[in-house]
């Protein structure tokens, strides 16, 4: 009878060895699911913007990115005192994915960095998610500056640091990134 139970502790123990070495440190860390693309289209709808109404134009500008963040055209210029529709567009094989963005509105939210302070104000059109927003130009610039469009998946949308479109603290809402691309943008006088 002794010798059983030295050999069922025996076994028991062996048993939580082997389960506790399955769970080393090194076990890889499940990635979050995000949505994938292949290019990205970024329009700069021109119009104007008075008594909280936008109101377009016939004029446009599209700047298509490859995936690997390739803008075309390389730099755009903005008009001071303007105010642009910006509409973001994802695509897989030319299909536009932005349906899967906003089904999950309260995981996604783009921020936009990189202006110099007060060159530029910007109001979501959607859900904080920033697929269409209006971005008004309020000064020029003595030269063109990288304008990232940065988009975060399975973020605290209620977090403090992503209560701002142009957040430099947005990691501390958490999440990861979804797309990170750079476009040279200047803004002009206004004629």
């Known amino acids: 009878m002794k010798k059983n139970q030295i ?11 082997v389960s506790f ?9 499940p990635e979050l699911d995000q949505e994938e693309y292949n290019s990205v289209q970024v329009t700069f709808e021109h119009g104007s913007y008075a008594n909280n109404v936008f109101t377009p134009s ?11 963040g390739t803008p075309t055209p390389a730099a755009i210029n ?3 005192g ?7 567009n994802l695509l897989l094989n030319d299909e536009s994915i932005n349906d899967e963005i906003i089904e999950e509105a309260d995981e996604h939210q783009f921020f936009f960095l990189g202006s110099p302070t007060g060159v530029f104000d910007y109001k979501y059109e959607d859900d904080q998610i920033g ?5 008004s130009a309020l000064k020029p610039t003595d030269e063109a500056f990288n ?5 975060r998946h399975a973020l605290n949308k209620d977090h403090a640091a992503a209560q701002s479109w142009n957040s430099t603290q947005y990691v501390e809402a958490g999440g990861a990134d979804d797309l990170n691309i750079k476009l040279k943008i200047q ?3 206004a004629n």
């Open 7 to 17: 050999v069922s502790i025996a076994a028991i123990a062996l048993l939580l060895i």
């Open 21 to 29: 070495a399955s769970c080393s440190k090194n076990d890889p860390v």
């Open 58 to 68: 016939d004029e446009e500008t599209v700047v298509t990115f490859t995936k690997d």
């Open 78 to 80: 903005l008009t001071e």
């Open 82 to 88: 303007e105010t642009y529709r910006m509409k973001i």
């Open 131 to 135: 697929l269409t927003g209006l971005l």
């Open 147 to 151: 304008f990232q469009i940065l988009l």
């Open 187 to 189: 803004v002009i006088p």
